[in-house]
């Protein structure tokens, strides 16, 4: 068994530090007691957590992008899986060309998207809605969920869906209790992706959202325009809190432990 030599830890230890030092470095911000950017060197305070409260715009963006992120994720995953089964399983004239167009979104910066989407919507009457963000975020986190899904999909052993069928499965019942198991890693590992993508956006977002639609990110961003103060960093450290005890729970409830231990059953 081969192991890393002590260039390659060295190396790899550089780039986890460097990765993980400008987060180490909001959440230390974030319990500073003074009113400026400052690293607690005299205590720590939970003061500019307390500020949340008082500042309900950061909470109600919250909500909004929780919201878009899950909405937007699941409606993704909806197209998703059936384009990815019918991708993986045929051969068919165009495959590759429609293949391109799923994935196009990657390839356009976001900030092209954003003009486009902001021109189309107002056009139609749509400007400035929450189904104009709905419909530009599952447009932009769409070939997320796709790869994937896609990647579950072609691994997939179809001898199973095979013997199902020879047993008097029909379509819905192959689907939902033996094609849906098999790929649930790939479609739950999409959607997380999805989720974090939409949550996270703002280059697009920006252009597309109205005082009423505003996201936790485009919150933020017209924040520190005008503040300087630690309670974006605040703000910043509650929502990697959140993430870090989501992902935890995820893993802990179907991780990828549980994946290995279903694959080396031979009776499940």
């Known amino acids: 068994m081969r192991t890393n030599g002590p260039l390659a830890l060295a190396f790899h230890t550089i780039f986890v530090v460097v990765m993980l030092a400008p987060i180490v470095v909001v959440c230390l911000v974030a319990f500073t007691p003074e009113g400026f950017l400052s690293l607690p060197t005299h205590g720590f305070s939970l003061r ?33 899986v059936p384009v990815a089964l019918a991708i993986a399983r045929y051969q068919f004239r165009g495959r590759e060309a429609l293949m391109a167009l799923f994935l196009s979104p990657l390839m356009i910066p976001h900030v092209v998207l954003g003009i486009a989407f902001l021109r189309f919507f107002t056009s139609i009457g749509m400007g400035g809605s929450f189904a104009a963000l709905l419909v530009a975020h599952v447009i932009v986190v769409f070939p997320f969920a796709l790869r994937l899904t896609l990647a579950a999909t072609t691994g997939m052993d179809r001898s199973i869906e095979m013997a199902a069928v020879s047993l008097g499965a029909g379509g819905w019942t192959l689907f ?29 977002t920006v252009f597309l959202a109205a005082p009423g639609t505003e996201t936790l990110p485009v919150r933020m961003f017209l924040y520190i325009q005008d503040n300087i103060d630690p309670l974006v960093t605040s703000v910043s450290a509650s929502v990697i809190a959140i993430t870090m005890t989501a992902l935890i729970l995820l893993d802990r409830f179907y991780g990828l432990d549980r994946v290995l231990a279903g694959k080396s059953d031979p009776g499940r």
């Open 48 to 80: 500019w957590f307390r500020e949340i409260a008082n500042y309900p715009e950061f909470v109600h963006a919250f909500w909004i992008s929780l919201g878009l992120g899950m909405l937007s994720s699941f409606v993704a995953l909806l197209f998703a």
């Open 176 to 204: 939902r209790r033996v094609t849906l198991p098999l790929i649930l890693p790939g479609v739950i590992s999409g959607w997380a992706l999805a989720f974090i993508q939409s949550f996270d956006d703002l280059t697009m």
